[in-house]
């Protein structure tokens, strides 16, 4: 019991301070090819650690989360929404999704031949913009180009914080258009981190990968995807306001480091190890 006491507590005295967190980034705009990009997205990965061998629930050596929304299945892809904690109940890997308003949910494209492909049912030109990953799903908000992703103990309602977390996005022609912002367990910032732009006009690929060296201090991100939602008539390269022109952009894989608790989380397991070393005590001495 002291062995477990002591490793727990130099963990818990042991979290960084949030203050001046140093940010590692890895980003790239590639072309239309996944090879353009995988170099720094496997930079990315090694940084959060876990090996290439996927386990279950897109778990790598215990260390690192994956999501290629390959695997989710037809009825929970479009036309209909997916629904937002089904990455931490279905397939729990710890990451909840919502958007805000005007946003009502999020949704993964679907297969070829269970309806149009790469979100063509929001808006047929759209498979002429966006460009897969891994094939073949692809990730967006729902009425909102916002997204809020959220982090638990896998299959659990308890909060968690994560070291890192990353995003292949697919058309990103704006500077500045999409965008990452971390935060911490107090809601606090710990930056926005711009997605590069696209090396071709249509079908590119990007990545964004943040991870801090501090450790796991991000409780959720804040994903903004282009500068206006995918819609009906909403056709990429089309006039938006008097200076600009619209940006949809969609998302690919999710990459983040496995969650673990927050401090509070340690704080009490500790308060419970201590009442149970406590109530052993008297138990010794009431034998003795």
Same mark, same amino acid.
Request: glycine share 10%; no cysteine.
């Given at each position: 019991m002291k062995l477990i006491l002591g490793a727990l507590s130099a963990v818990s005295l042991g979290l960084p301070s949030l203050a001046g967190a140093t940010p590692i980034v890895r980003s790239v705009g590639g072309d239309s090819t996944p090879a353009s990009i995988t170099g720094v997205r496997d930079q990315f990965r090694v940084d959060l650690g876990g090996g290439t061998v996927a386990g279950p629930n897109g778990s790598f050596g215990g260390l690192r989360r994956e =999501? $290629?929304?390959?695997?989710?299945?037809?009825?929970?892809?479009? #036309? &209909?929404?997916? #629904?937002?904690? *089904? +990455?931490? %109940?279905? %397939?729990?890997?710890?990451?909840?999704?919502? !958007? #805000?308003?005007p946003g009502t949910g999020v949704q993964v494209s679907a297969n070829s031949g269970i309806a149009p492909v790469e979100f063509d049912n929001i808006n047929p030109t759209y498979s002429s913009d /966006?460009?897969?990953?891994?094939?073949?799903?692809?990730f967006t908000g729902v009425g909102s180009n916002v997204v809020d992703v959220?982090? /638990?103990?896998?299959?659990?309602? !308890? #909060?968690?914080?994560? %070291?890192? +977390?990353?995003? @292949?996005f697919t058309d990103v022609d704006l500077t500045s258009?999409?965008? =990452?912002? *971390?935060?911490?367990?107090? $809601?606090?910032?710990?930056?926005?981190? &711009?997605?590069? @732009?696209?090396? @071709?006009?249509s079908e590119s690929l990007s990545f964004l990968g943040v991870s /801090? !060296?501090?450790?796991? =201090?991000?409780?959720?991100v804040q994903i903004t995807s282009g500068n206006t939602a995918l819609g009906a008539g909403v056709n990429d390269g089309a006039p938006f306001g008097?200076?600009?022109?619209?940006?949809?952009v969609a998302m690919d894989d999710f990459i983040y480091a496995a969650p673990v608790p927050e401090p509070e989380?340690?704080?009490?397991?500790?308060?419970?190890?201590?009442?149970?070393?406590? =109530?052993s005590r008297r138990r010794k001495a009431s034998m003795n």
């Open positions: =999501i $290629n929304w390959d695997g989710v299945p037809d009825g929970s892809s479009a #036309p &209909n929404n997916l #629904p937002g904690n *089904f +990455f931490n %109940s279905n %397939s729990p890997r710890g990451a909840e999704f919502s !958007t #805000p308003a /966006f460009r897969v990953f891994s094939s073949q799903r692809l959220s982090f /638990f103990l896998p299959g659990t309602t !308890t #909060p968690a914080l994560v %070291s890192g +977390f990353g995003s @292949v258009s999409t965008k =990452i912002e *971390f935060f911490d367990a107090a $809601n606090a910032s710990l930056g926005v981190f &711009n997605v590069p @732009v696209g090396t @071709v006009d /801090f !060296t501090e450790g796991a =201090i991000i409780s959720h008097p200076d600009n022109v619209i940006d949809v989380t340690y704080a009490m397991l500790l308060a419970g190890l201590g009442l149970i070393g406590a =109530i």
